[in-house]
T-cell receptor, first 107, second 114 residues
Framework: KNEVEQSPQNLTAQEGEFITINCSYSVGISALHWLQQHPGGGIVSLFM???GKKKHGRLIATINIQEKHSSLHITASHPRDSAVYIC?????????FGTGTSLTVIP | KAGVTQTPRYLIKTRGQQVTLSCSPISGHRSVSWYQQTPGQGLQFLFEYFSETQRNKGNFPGRFSGRQFSNSRSEMNVSTLELGDSALYLCASSLDWTFSYEQYFGPGTRLTVT
């Protein structure tokens, strides 16, 4: 049983397309994180959400606590957005990660 | 401000040996968390330290341990290495309770067990 489910697993887009990555979790949480991992391993925290919506540049993250669902949107995608995107939640005192969405943006 | 640093970056060990990895957090950050990433299991939480105390622990055997020093630097130790311990080990620092604050990740230590 996976506490965190991400979809899609893989995503290929043309430059300029609008992209949505989804994350669902099984029980109530207090916060959800979206992380970006580039080839080579480095991880960057994109957003931390407990409610509503956050925007940073071309990235938008939303969370619906009642539906236990979060989305990460990328507007006007660019090849430099190619990376693995991972959502993570804390349930109790444990942290759980989604399996990641591998995004490739083609010029 | 310097970022999170991890040493060593690469390590090759033999089954049965032990290994110690080091993590230096961003200045002023008091929380350090450790994660294991493998192709099969993805990212998994190992433990979190705050003010030299382990606050939370993931579902890993007792061979995995850690500690935090008064300057917030942290080490993790894996004893009696197994082939399955080959992984990228990441640490992250944050101001306080890991999941309520933005985390800053180090570059990771890639451990290979032969």
């Amino acid at each position: 049983k996976n506490e965190v489910e991400q979809s899609p697993q893989n995503l290929t887009a043309q430059e300029g397309e609008f992209i949505t990555i989804n994350c669902s979790y099984s029980v109530g949480i207090s916060a959800l994180h979206w992380l970006q991992q580039h080839p080579g391993g480095g991880i960057v925290s994109l957003f931390m959400l407990s409610s509503g919506k956050k925007k940073h540049g071309r990235l938008i993250a939303t969370i619906n606590i009642q539906e236990k669902h979060s989305s990460l949107h990328i507007t006007a995608s660019h090849p430099r957005d190619s990376a693995v995107y991972i959502c993570a939640v804390n349930i109790g005192n444990q942290f759980y990660f989604g399996t990641g969405t591998s995004l490739t943006v083609i010029p | 401000k310097a970022g999170v640093t991890q040493t060593p970056r690469y390590l090759i060990k033999t089954r049965g040996q032990q290994v110690t990895l080091s993590c230096s957090p961003i200045s002023g950050h008091r929380s350090v968390s450790w994660y294991q990433q493998t192709p099969g299991q993805g990212l998994q939480f190992l433990f979190e330290y705050f003010s030299e105390t382990q606050r939370n622990k993931g579902n890993f055997p007792g061979r995995f341990s850690g500690r935090q020093f008064s300057n917030s630097r942290s080490e993790m130790n894996v004893s009696t290495l197994e082939l399955g311990d080959s992984a990228l080990y990441l640490c992250a620092s944050s101001l306080d309770w890991t999941f309520s604050y933005e985390q800053y990740f180090g570059p990771g230590t890639r451990l290979t067990v032969t």
